[in-house]
Every structure is written in structure tokens, then in C-alpha cells.
């Protein structure tokens, strides 16, 4: 088998600098789950996911990779920000679609050139991904499939007269947490999917054809990811799956330290859920709903109900958090500006919190990092030391590292203060009974 989009040095070298900030910095830690499922170099590919987390998803499946380059279809606006962008991420394999409700409908048209070029890409045995979503969702749930991927797999099918064997590979991503850095990503390989028997029916009932072909996509995708159905209580499941869920995935025997092996007991708890009696449902999603607005509103966790955190140890955390402050405010920069940027443009501006990752994660890998670092370097260099610009450059990866995470020790070191000042007041008495009633009702419920 021929090697297809074999990838030269410098894009080599760029994903290897990508790989680093994402495997080791933006991630603790990866898994990529059934990869043995995707076909070898040279078969013709679609992968299609589903979209949760903005430009962190696509950028998740071509991590996935090692041995290829992977063509993207994705949002088109952000190939408007300067030709020299347009250029860049063109020459990476990313490719834009216009959207009627973004881009307007008089752009549409210009898709057509972005699916002769994927579907050149498909025969050549590429591999291409896409989002049949369009936009990504805000939470953890499928949402409704557009046709576009279908049409794009048949119709390369047809540009190469049906002599060719065409894939779809359903996958998925799941996060332990959407937010921030040194979490936790998974991708997840399900069963290719092969265009060929379809192509006598796709003739003469194209329509009927795609249809029977997102069905099985559709099936796929939902069993492998957390797919929360129920919107209206989404809060309250959400909640459950993450404070009740840890003692539910324990008593299965769990390794609640493994995501993929969570992931399915998070998917097993959400379907008991949602299979209760109706009356039975609605007294523990209320419940659940109540100790989440309580743990909220008092800044504490849910753990805390299981063990409280004692007094000597908080205030040795304490003494530490401020001894390390200003090895802290040293290490902000440059990171506390890429968060700002982050914000302002995905809560401030485009009102849409899942694109905080795009802005934090994605664009400080491929563009401010390394502007940071090389201005950094050049004017330390000048005004101090050249070796103390290049040891800065060389430590930014632990730098970043750092600040994140004490940043989120502070916060767990807030809410067991909050917690110690308030565990014998009412409020905490009436709340621990609460899930006292409610964590009783779901053991003899979900034997």
C-alpha cells in the first residue's frame, strides 16, 4: 500500500513542537482507545465525530496520529483572519466550511470547493474529518447530524466511478474536564463503516442511501461517548455523574483513575437514570438539584460530606500557597495573557464559553507561544542574559505547568477553608441529610 500525504520535515517538526504543549502541557494525560479500528495508510477515510470543545476536537484526532496527515473541514471564519492564517492553515490540511449562520448564504457556494478538494483528497487515500454536528454542542450530548458527510463520501465515490472502496470511521471525544489545562483527553476508534455495499442503492436513492448510512454512524458515536439525552434535568445527571458516580463506579470495581474505563461507568450510571420510575427520577434529580445549588452557592465539594478535611493540614497548605505566592506572580507571564485573550473572546465576544479551549489551547500552541518565546528570548538576552533567555524558553512548559495548577490547589485550599468555617452551621446539617437520603435511595435503587 502506497504512503499517501506523506508528510514533509517541516510539518513533521511542527507537529512534533504541537505534540509536546499538547500531550504533556495542555493534557496530564491521553488515550487514544481501539486505534487498531482505522484502516492503514492509503484507504480511503472519513472520520466523523462528534464536537464538543471547538478546535481542541479535530486538533484531539490529528494528535491521534503519528504516521499521516490528516485533512480537517472546519469553521471557515477563522480563515478570514489574515491571508498569511489563510495560507498557514491551508498547508496544515485544514480546510474551511461556510456556514448559513455565520458566513450567510451567499457564501455556501464557496463550499463546493471545499468538497472537490476532500473528495480529491478521499480517492488520493487520504484522511479526511469532519463534524456532522456543524457547531459543537455545550455539554455532554449528540446533537442533530447533517448530511453534509454523506454527501461528500458518495459523491467521492462517484468522481471515482464506485472503483473505489470508501470508509467512514465513527469516533469520539470525551474530556474529564472542558476547561483549563492538565486534564484529561480521550479519543475513541469505532468500527469502519464501508460505502461499497451502499453504492447500487446511492444510484438510484441517494437520499435513502445516506440516510441508512448516518443511522449506523449516528448508532455508533452515541454508544461510545456520554450522550446526556435528558436536557431539562442535564444539571442535576451531570452532578450525579460526578459526585454519586465516583462511588458508583467504585463498588463495579472501576478504575476511576482510567478514563476510558470511567467514561463507561459514567454511560452505565446516566442509562440507570434514565430508566428509574418516573416519580422515583424526578425525587432524585430534584434532590441532586438542591445539593448542587448548596455546594455551589457555600464554595465547598461534594467530598467533603465523605471526609472533612483537617484543621493542620489546611494550615500547612496555607503557609505553602503563600510561600510559593510570588514564585506565582513571577510565573503568570506569559500565560495569564493567553487566558485573558481566551475569555475575553470566547465569553466577552462570542459569547460561547466552549471556545475557550480553542483560544487557550489551540492558538497559544500555534501562535502565541512561540511569539512569546522568541521576543522573550531576544530581549532577555539583550538586557540580562542569554543564558538565563534560553533556560526561561527551556522551563516554560513547567512554568505553565505550575501556575495552573497552583491556581487550582488555591481554589481546593478556599473551599476546604469554606467548609471547616461552615461544616457545623444548619445549612451543612440540612445538606449532608440530604445526600445522606438521596446517595441511600440510588444504592437500593441502582443494585
Given at each position: 500500500m502506497k504512503r499517501v500525504a506523506k508528510m514533509a520535515w517541516p510539518?513533521?517538526?511542527?507537529?512534533a513542537y504541537i505534540r509536546f504543549y499538547h500531550d504533556k502541557v495542555c493534557y496530564r494525560k491521553t488515550y487514544v482507545v481501539d486505534a487498531e479500528n482505522v484502516p492503514e495508510w492509503g484507504t480511503p477515510l472519513l472520520i466523523v465525530s462528534n464536537h464538543q470543545n471547538g478546535s481542541s476536537d479535530p486538533l484531539g484526532i490529528v494528535m491521534s496520529f503519528r504516521d499521516r496527515k490528516v485533512n480537517v473541514i472546519t469553521r471557515a471564519d477563522v480563515f478570514a483572519i489574515h491571508p498569511v492564517a489563510n495560507w498557514f492553515l491551508r498547508a496544515i490540511g485544514l480546510l474551511p466550511a461556510f456556514r448559513i449562520n455565520h458566513e450567510g448564504e451567499d457564501a455556501l457556494g464557496n463550499n463546493a470547493e471545499t468538497f472537490k478538494v476532500s473528495e480529491k483528497a478521499l480517492l488520493d487515500g487520504e484522511t479526511v474529518v469532519m463534524y456532522p454536528e456543524a457547531g459543537h454542542q455545550d455539554k455532554h450530548w449528540l446533537g442533530t447530524f447533517s448530511y453534509g458527510y454523506t454527501r461528500l463520501a458518495f459523491e467521492a465515490a462517484e468522481m471515482g466511478n464506485f472503483e473505489k472502496e470508501i470508509f467512514i470511521l465513527p469516533a469520539c471525544n470525551h474530556y474529564d474536564d472542558y476547561f483549563?489545562?492538565?486534564?484529561?483527553l480521550m479519543i475513541r476508534y469505532g468500527k469502519p463503516i464501508s460505502l461499497k455495499p451502499y453504492y447500487e442503492l446511492y444510484k438510484t436513492k441517494p437520499r435513502t442511501a445516506q440516510r441508512e448510512v448516518n443511522k449506523l454512524v449516528r448508532e455508533q458515536i452515541s454508544s461510545m461517548m456520554l450522550d446526556i439525552r435528558d436536557l431539562e434535568h442535564y444539571d442535576a445527571v451531570d452532578f450525579l455523574r460526578e459526585t454519586y458516580g465516583l462511588r458508583y463506579a467504585r463498588r463495579s470495581g472501576t478504575d476511576v483513575r482510567n478514563l476510558p474505563e470511567h467514561l463507561e461507568s459514567d454511560k452505565k450510571l446516566v442509562a440507570a437514570i434514565a430508566a428509574l420510575p418516573e416519580q422515583s427520577r424526578e425525587e432524585i434529580l430534584s434532590d441532586a438539584e438542591q445539593l448542587r445549588l448548596g455546594v455551589k452557592?457555600?464554595?465547598?465539594?461534594d467530598s467533603h460530606f465523605d471526609k472533612s478535611p483537617c484543621l493542620a493540614g489546611v494550615c500547612l497548605r496555607a503557609v505553602a500557597a503563600l510561600a510559593l505566592f510570588p514564585l506565582w506572580v513571577a510565573s503568570l507571564y506569559p500565560g495569564i495573557f493567553m487566558l485573558a485573550v481566551a475569555k475575553y473572546f470566547s465569553i466577552g465576544r462570542m459569547k460561547d464559553r466552549m471556545m475557550e479551549s480553542t483560544?487557550?489551547?489551540c492558538?497559544?500552541?500555534?501562535f502565541w507561544i512561540p511569539i512569546f518565546s522568541i521576543l522573550t528570548f531576544v530581549l532577555m538576552g539583550i538586557f540580562f542574559s542569554w543564558i538565563a533567555a534560553a533556560a526561561w524558553v527551556l522551563l516554560l512548559p513547567a512554568i505553565f505547568i505550575?501556575?495552573?495548577?497552583?491556581?487550582?490547589?488555591?481554589?481546593?485550599?478556599?473551599?476546604?477553608?469554606?467548609?471547616?468555617?461552615?461544616?457545623?452551621?444548619?445549612?451543612?446539617s440540612r445538606l449532608g441529610k440530604l445526600r445522606e437520603s438521596m446517595y441511600s435511595s440510588l444504592d437500593s435503587l441502582l443494585k
Open positions: 510539518y513533521r517538526a511542527l507537529k483549563g489545562i492538565q486534564n484529561e452557592k457555600n464554595f465547598i465539594r483560544f487557550l489551547v492558538l497559544s500552541i500555534l505550575f501556575a495552573w495548577c497552583y491556581a487550582r490547589q488555591v481554589k481546593r485550599l478556599g473551599q476546604d477553608i469554606s467548609w471547616l468555617l461552615r461544616k457545623k452551621s444548619g445549612d451543612m
